[in-house]
């Protein structure tokens, strides 16, 4: 089971495809040929070839860590085995074979790059197979072409598709981490103006009543001076309440960063949170640039490292936040500040922190510290 859901329905269409092309070829081959039996073992090698490179050409890079290098490698492979097909067994079915190549390239290149590739591949299929039969193929050629330019335009746009949908999920989940941001914010300010009202209102009217309290106890006598102590000692109770109220509603501030942390939008992401126990993050701002610069390392993983797990470690000193951010990706060994990059350097750098990254073991890894407010 494990081993089907690395395959999707593209995946499958196209290895179903080959399966019968290679059935079909096998079941007509003239087998009492001398041609045949010379390369009967070559047919086999090439299909098992274009099959491997296939495979390997189209893994998904966030599931296998292999090299961008290494899948090129397989995507010339893979039209390699069918050219090598094509000049020892020039059956006329056999460009099908880079039809599925073709459905390939929006993966690599852009829709440009691809379409030229197509145009290029196609004329040099037929050109090779003209010289082989000795025929005309300008006919076939145009067709099949057709239908390669037809294959690479529906998986183009099937990757279209499919990057809108993950840059819509992304953009929602970022919404929901930011509501829940607003939210506790909304909550840290109606308890710091209750904690207000009650030390200046309520608070104060308490101290006069205490103090007026304390000078009727000594204006009275007998039971009246007992019952008006007992009322000293409730309001200088209760003056106390109010304060202990008061305290606990101030110290009661930080804002709820874990629960944002993990509405981030990570698809095919293992994310470990290490955050230090009872770590008080009480400034909106703080709070939000770290959630922010925690959204952007999951981008870069994902369009860049190719790994597929991360990892952030929060702590707190004294005087600051510290937080660190490190996956198990690929990383280019010279790293380039592009737009991501240098957003997350300005957030920290404005609230006067520090930002630094690098990549140890080729992983990505980000070393943010953030000032505590009045430190």
């Not at 030390?199 to 039971?223: F, M, P, R």
């Not at 701002?285 to 490292?305: M, Y």
């Amino acid at each position: 089971m494990k081993l089907l859901k690395l395959f999707d329905y593209a995946d499958a269409a196209a290895i179903g495809t080959w399966a019968i092309i290679v059935g079909i070829t096998f079941y007509i081959l003239p087998y009492g040929s001398p041609l045949v039996a010379d390369y009967l073992w070559a047919y086999i090698s090439l299909f098992i070839v274009y099959l491997v490179c296939f495979i390997g050409a189209t893994r998904d890079p966030q599931h296998f860590h292999i090299p961008l290098t290494v899948r090129y490698a397989f995507l010339v492979g893979q039209i390699a085995a069918a050219f090598g097909l094509l000049l020892i067994l020039p059956m006329g079915y056999l460009p099908i074979l880079s039809i599925i190549w073709a459905a390939v390239l929006p993966g690599f290149f852009r829709f440009k790059t691809s379409l030229y590739i197509v145009v290029t591949v196609v004329s040099a299929w037929f050109a090779l197979l003209a010289y082989i039969n000795n025929e005309n193929t300008l006919f076939s050629g145009l067709l099949f072409g057709t239908f390669h330019i037809f294959a690479l335009m529906a998986h183009h746009q099937t990757i279209q598709a499919t990057r809108a949908k993950e840059a819509l999920e992304q953009k929602n989940a970022e919404l929901l981490a930011t509501q829940h941001l607003l939210a506790e914010a909304n909550k840290q300010s109606e308890r710091t103006r209750i904690a207000r009202d009650l030390h200046d209102l309520l608070g104060h009217h308490l101290t006069a009543l205490t103090i007026n309290l304390q000078v009727a106890s000594h204006l009275t006598e007998g039971k009246a001076k007992d019952h008006v102590s007992q009322c000293h000692q409730l309001s200088k109770l209760l003056l106390s309440d109010v304060r202990e109220a008061v305290s606990t509603l101030r110290s009661n501030q930080q804002l709820d960063l874990l629960t944002a942390l993990n509405t981030l939008h990570t698809p095919g992401l293992k994310v470990i949170l290490d955050i230090e126990e009872n770590i008080s993050v009480e400034d909106l701002v703080a709070a939000e640039t770290i959630l922010r610069c925690c959204q952007e390392a999951v981008t870069n993983t994902l369009k860049h490292s190719g790994g597929n797990e991360i990892c952030f470690k929060l702590t707190s000193t004294e005087s600051h936040y510290l937080l660190t951010i490190v996956d198990n990706g690929q990383a280019a060994a010279k790293l380039t500040m592009g737009n991501g990059l240098k957003g997350m350097t300005e957030r920290v750098t404005s609230l006067k922190g520090k930002f630094s990254i690098s990549t140890k073991s080729n992983s990505l890894m980000y070393y943010i510290a953030l000032p505590k407010v009045g430190s």
